[in-house]
C-alpha cells in the first residue's frame, strides 16, 4: 500500500519540496529522493504519484508521473 507524495524540485529556494496530501514534509520518510534535484537539473518540475513499501522498508521507487 502506497502513500501519496507530491514533489516540487528545482525551486532554487528550496530544491526538494516533499508533501503528503495532509501538506506534511516526507522528505525524512523518502531520503532516498534526495537526489532528485541534481538528477534532474536545470528542470523545475511537479511530480505526483506515490511511495511504497514491497518490503516492509519504506522506499519511493514507485514514483508515478
Known sequence: DGQR???????????????TTTGADARARFPELGGLPGALAPHRLILDGAGASASGRTTANMIVI
Open 5 to 19: 507524495l507530491v514533489a516540487a524540485v528545482g525551486d532554487p529556494d528550496q530544491p526538494l519540496r516533499l508533501d
